[in-house]
């Protein structure tokens, strides 16, 4: 982000600062020259931490090759630190590359012996395939609010290994589908009521990097279509 490149523009530019000021400290003891001005400190210490060293400046006494050390080690942390911030923020994967379908299925409710059945669909937008993909699906009951009830959707085979393209999750409403009692509402009033939501949650990673790879969304009566 522009945010991290000017912390990072900064600290090096303090780190070139603060090492210049010690080398001008040091004068001749840091060079071969009889007396180190501050531009050639400052020099000295953009070659040192940029490790280019011509040879024409160059660390001649303990002094001056503790101050190069301790100038390296801290340019090498904070490489490492500020390439971190480039994996997290750039390269790891958007939760944004898996989309949930739009809308969900409530189907064969009127089927006397067939119990209904909900469906949506999860597809991929990236290249980069997902892997060791979990899908949990959640309902939240306000029908008894202040009461909220919190119960779990078992979906069909809800441990994908490797999701390439996009998958469709199957939740069968039979008699212990905490489902049911909505079913029976579709059936009676061929409508949803509309106290309830149910929250579909993929967890997987990316392949390559091993980042987590995470997205919500969410289906209430608005976003399930009722099937026959």
């Known amino acids: 982000s522009p945010?991290?490149?000017?912390?990072?523009?900064?600290d090096f530019a303090c780190i070139t600062i603060v090492y210049t000021f010690f080398f001008w400290l040091g004068g001749d003891e840091c060079t071969s020259s009889?007396?180190?001005?501050?531009?050639e400190a400052f020099f000295l210490s953009i070659q040192s931490i940029s490790t280019v060293g011509y040879g024409s400046?160059?660390?001649t006494s303990y002094y001056c090759n503790i101050?190069?050390?301790?100038?390296?080690?801290?340019?090498?942390?904070?490489?490492?630190?500020?390439t971190s911030?480039?994996?997290v923020n750039v390269i790891r994967p958007d939760s944004g590359m898996m989309v949930f379908s739009d809308v969900a299925c409530l189907t064969d409710l009127h089927e006397n012996n067939t119990p209904p059945v909900l469906t949506f669909q999860l597809c991929k937008k990236s290249i980069s395939p997902v892997c060791a993909a979990t899908i949990t699906c959640v309902l939240w009951d306000y029908s008894r609010f202040p009461s909220i009830v919190r119960k779990e959707i078992k979906?069909?085979?809800?441990?994908?290994?490797?999701l390439d393209f996009g998958v469709t999750s199957v939740h069968v409403v039979d008699s212990t589908?905490?489902?049911?009692e909505i079913a029976n509402y579709g059936r009676l009033y061929d409508k949803l009521p509309t106290a309830f939501n149910i929250l579909v949650t993929i967890n997987g990673s990316h392949p390559s990097t091993g980042a987590v790879?995470?997205?919500?969304?969410?289906y209430n009566c608005q976003n399930i279509l009722l099937g026959r």
């Open 177 to 180: 589908s905490p489902l049911l």
């Open 34 to 39: 009889d007396d180190m001005s501050f531009k």
């Open 155 to 162: 979906v069909e085979e809800p441990h994908i290994e490797w």
């Open 57 to 59: 400046i160059s660390a």
């Open 85 to 87: 911030l480039l994996f």
């Open 3 to 10: 945010t991290a490149a000017m912390i990072g523009f900064f």
């Open 213 to 218: 790879v995470s997205r919500v969304f969410c």
């Open 67 to 82: 101050l190069v050390l301790m100038q390296s080690w801290n340019v090498i942390l904070l490489l490492a630190f500020f």
